[in-house]
């Protein structure tokens, strides 16, 4: 396989908040303490007058862009996704979500690919909070070219949004050529034997797990799933009915996340078997970014080896 | 401030408690004791203070009110109402389920409404934060906040004050209703707050005490806010208050924190306003 672009999500996030700086008067960016891993320090070099540290105080960073987006701006505030969805969900459910605030939240170093820093530091359970608050959207991208696009629908889109990006670099899949829309699926791949539902980091190893299950003789459909809420329904449902069968692909906590949204729109609509990969209801661990991915079961040799031991595959 | 309008607030004081009174009663539900402690604050905040036009409550170059003590809501619709935002009748419907007055503010239902609040120490970020944005768009707005004393306990309050000092936000007026009881009981047996003067100021605030009953001492802590333009300094008012004042079987009662009064007790209180408006009339 030819040498493929890896870009960390991070630091599309950072590169489209500047390219967004340049476009329009309104963006302000808010980090608290975290820019330089964050990538915001992207835009504050280039916007020192637009930037506006918090300090290491996520829960009024919330709060304040509350009260700036009721003032015309539009805030993009950052940290890791543990100290946005984890640390400020009140915040963010109160002060953001009840009043339906044009906020957005660049949460980044989602996910046990954090790595090195650990249990503390891997959040695997943001999809899950932030879906739960009334008319939020909550986005994932699975590499540079959809997380760069998915900046900028954020800031057209009237309304918060909760952007999880990742810390570890990630293969480049798309082309400048794809077009991302908010609550819009992308089937990367045909197959009707499976259908495998990803997102973020996932969608590359569900990919790459489709491939070696075309070599046992298994046609597995790869849908990337950018946008958690609102999900593509359609997308989905077509899945179930000419696949039969879904296996969910995410790198978070099993309960709570894309899995179990797959899992309510099948049940209600269409009723087919859906398997969830994930993290299994348990805390990461330190390790390299590969290394955890493997213990926990979600790169594409895992992928492909757990989706041959379900009974309906045999 | 003359004799005549300082009765007039006086006067208008009277008549938000009887506001307060009356809603609760008809909801059943809700926060008399801390809506009757900064009814003073209200009374001058929107008579002689804040500026803005019940006809255009959007209006961008507005000034914004947030309460960061969402509980007292009652307070705050009372004044919105008299002011002409909304009909006075629309008090009686409080927290009812076909109503636009939510138990706590919200932005979205009720016109003059600045901020959606209720949770405690949320409000005060949300005013830093419009501060700062009146700050950044180089616009000449004042952002006038209210706080419970209690409500200091919450670590956002003081996360909120670092960023308007550091920030340089002098268009921030932060009061505090420091009545001294939050709803377990006194604030320095349940968890102490004090000394509130000596925290603000090592924050980076200039504060100024005052009673939070004679609109005199209002007069003077404003006029020390707008003293302050060109300081970077926010503002701190901390208002000696009386929790339920205006009521006597309510006053300094950590009990009626969250209880409504029911007819008997409504028809006691009013009696005692009326008395008061006859004693402010014979000053």
């Keep these: ?314 | 401030m003359n004799k005549e309008r300082k009765k007039e607030l006086q006067m208008y004081a009277v008549e938000v408690r009887e506001l307060i009174l009356r809603a609760t009663n008809s909801s059943g539900t809700g926060h008399p004791g801390g809506s009757l402690s900064s009814a003073d604050y209200f009374t001058y905040l929107y008579n002689e203070e804040i500026r803005v036009n019940p006809k255009e409550p959007k209006a961008p170059e507005r000034d914004r009110f947030v309460l960061s003590k969402g509980h007292v809501a009652p307070a705050l619709y009372a004044v919105l109402a008299l002011k002409g935002y909304f009909p006075a009748e629309d008090l009686l419907t409080l927290r009812k389920i076909d109503s636009h007055l939510q138990g706590h503010p919200n932005m979205n239902t009720t016109p003059g409404v600045d901020m959606s609040t209720g949770s405690l120490g949320q409000g005060i970020s949300a005013a830093a934060g419009m501060a700062k944005g009146a700050k950044h768009l180089g616009r000449d707005i004042h952002v006038y906040t209210l706080l419970g004393d209690g409500e200091t306990g919450e670590g956002e309050v003081w996360e909120a004050v670092m960023f308007a000092a550091h920030y340089g936000l002098d268009n921030l007026c932060i009061a505090v209703d420091v009545n001294g009881l939050q709803i377990d009981g006194y604030t320095k047996e349940v968890m102490n707050v004090e000394p509130l003067d000596k925290k603000f100021e090592a924050f980076g605030c200039d504060v100024i005490t005052v009673q939070g009953h004679d609109f005199c001492e209002l007069e003077k802590a404003f006029q020390r806010f707008h003293g302050n333009k060109g300081s970077k300094k926010p503002t701190v008012i901390l208002m000696k208050t009386i929790k339920g004042k205006g009521v006597s079987f309510m006053e300094d009662m950590a009990g009626w924190h969250g209880k409504a009064p029911n007819d008997e007790q409504l028809s006691q209180a009013l009696k005692e306003l009326e008395a008061e408006r006859v004693k402010i009339r014979e000053e």
């Design chain 1, 1 to 314: 396989m030819a040498e493929t672009k890896k870009i960390a999500t991070r630091e599309s996030y950072g590169n489209a908040l500047k390219e967004l700086g340049a476009k329009t008067e309104n963006v302000v960016v808010m980090d608290a303490d975290l820019a330089g891993a964050t990538k915001t320090g992207v835009f504050k070099a280039a916007y020192p007058d637009r930037f506006f540290d918090c300090g290491i105080a996520e829960a009024n960073m919330a709060g304040v862009a509350a009260g700036l987006s009721t003032m015309g701006l539009v805030p993009f505030i950052s940290t890791f996704a543990m100290f946005s969805a984890g640390r400020c969900f009140e915040q963010i459910r109160n002060s953001i979500g009840y009043p339906h605030l044009n906020v957005k939240i660049g949460a980044t170093h989602g996910g046990i690919s954090v790595g090195e820093d650990g249990a503390s530091h891997q959040c695997c359970e943001d999809f899950a909070l932030m879906r739960s608050i009334p008319g939020m959207v909550v986005m994932c991208p699975a590499d540079d070219v959809e997380a760069r696009q998915m900046v900028q629908a954020a800031y057209e889109y009237e309304g918060p949004c909760y952007m999880r990006f990742g810390r570890a670099a990630t293969p480049v899949f798309h082309g400048e050529d794809y077009k991302f829309q908010i609550g819009r699926a992308e089937i990367v791949r045909p197959g009707g034997d499976v259908a495998l539902i990803a997102t973020g980091i996932m969608v590359s190893e569900a990919i790459a797990a489709a491939d070696i299950l075309a070599e046992q003789g298994i046609s597995a459909r790869v849908i990337n799933m950018p946008t958690i809420k609102p999900l593509d329904e359609k997308v989905v449902l077509e899945a179930a009915k000419e696949c039969g069968k879904i296996v969910t692909v995410e790198e978070h906590n099993i309960l709570g996340g894309l899995g179990e949204a797959v899992c309510g729109v099948v049940t209600e609509q269409r009723p087919v078997l859906v398997h969830r990969i994930g993290v299994r209801d348990k805390f990461g661990r330190s390790g390299s970014a590969a290394e955890l991915l493997r213990q926990f079961g979600l790169c594409a040799e895992n992928i492909a080896a757990e989706i041959r031991t379900l009974d309906c595959m045999k």
